[in-house]
T-cell receptor, first 112, second 109 residues
Framework: NAGVTQTPKFRILKIGQSMTLQCTQD?????MYWYRQDPGMGLKLIYY???????DKGEVPNGYNVSRSTTEDFPLRLELAAPSQTSVYFC???????????FGPGTRLLVL | GENVEQHPSTLSVQEGDSAVIKCTYS??????FPWYKQELGKRPQLIID?????GEKKDQRIAVTLNKTAKHFSLHITETQPEDSAVYFC????????FGKGTTLSVSS
């Protein structure tokens, strides 16, 4: 049982490039979340999903897109990378009816 | 929407002392209040949580109290140890978690 896994661990992007951050969980959790954490700050919710085929915006969705075609996977897409998207991105999941969230190890993204 | 304020932003204590971190929230409908510990370069780890139907919860050296009327909750760490040094985040939730900005706790021996 690997829990929540994220790839890549670290990535450097040039301004305007696109990329997908991968998140997979093997706990059969219905709920999944994407957060960003800027230096010295708390976590800000980008998008979340309550099940396959359902996604909703969080606090800071602009510049990102998500999809949820399976229970296990919840990829986060950056279409036109900007320096303001330099951050650490955490994916998390939780089971239905349970609010405890389990976090992945994070992806560190640097946009230059 | 929900807004969570956390204080202090930094806290330095001597080993063996107690540490208290306080959070306030704005949405009276929030019903779940977790605390996370994050060590440098690591993922947040849940250390304790409390639900709105409970006023206090304790787990060994860690306790959380909740005052729903005043909309604030606090983390109490007793007999602090150097390994307690980390950033601590509170959060409030009805549907999604809204986090405070964190408290950097330093425990010196």
């Amino acid at each position: 049982n690997a829990g929540v896994t994220q790839t890549p661990k670290f990535r450097i992007l040039k301004i305007g490039q696109s990329m997908t951050l991968q998140c997979t969980q093997d706990m059969n959790h219905n709920y999944m979340y994407w957060y960003r954490q800027d230096p010295g700050m708390g976590l800000k919710l980008i998008y979340y999903s309550v099940g396959a085929g359902i996604t909703d915006k969080g606090e800071v969705p602009n510049g990102y897109n998500v999809s949820r075609s399976t229970t296990e996977d919840f990829p986060l897409r950056l279409e036109l990378a900007a320096p303001s998207q330099t951050s650490v991105y955490f994916c998390a999941s939780s089971p239905s009816g349970e609010k405890t969230q389990y976090f992945g190890p994070g992806t560190r993204l640097l946009v230059l | 929407g929900e807004n969570v304020e956390q204080h202090p932003s930094t806290l330095s204590v001597q080993e063996g002392d107690s540490a208290v971190i306080k959070c306030t929230y704005s949405d009276s409908a929030s019903n779940y209040f977790p605390w996370y510990k994050q060590e440098l370069g690591k993922r947040p780890q849940l250390i304790i949580d409390i639900r709105s139907n409970v006023g206090e919860k304790k787990d060994q050296r860690i306790a959380v109290t909740l005052n729903k009327t005043a909309k604030h909750f606090s983390l109490h760490i007793t007999e602090t140890q150097p390994e307690d040094s980390a950033v601590y985040f509170c959060a409030a939730s009805l549907d999604a978690l809204i986090f405070g900005k964190g408290t950097t706790l330093s425990v010196s021996s």
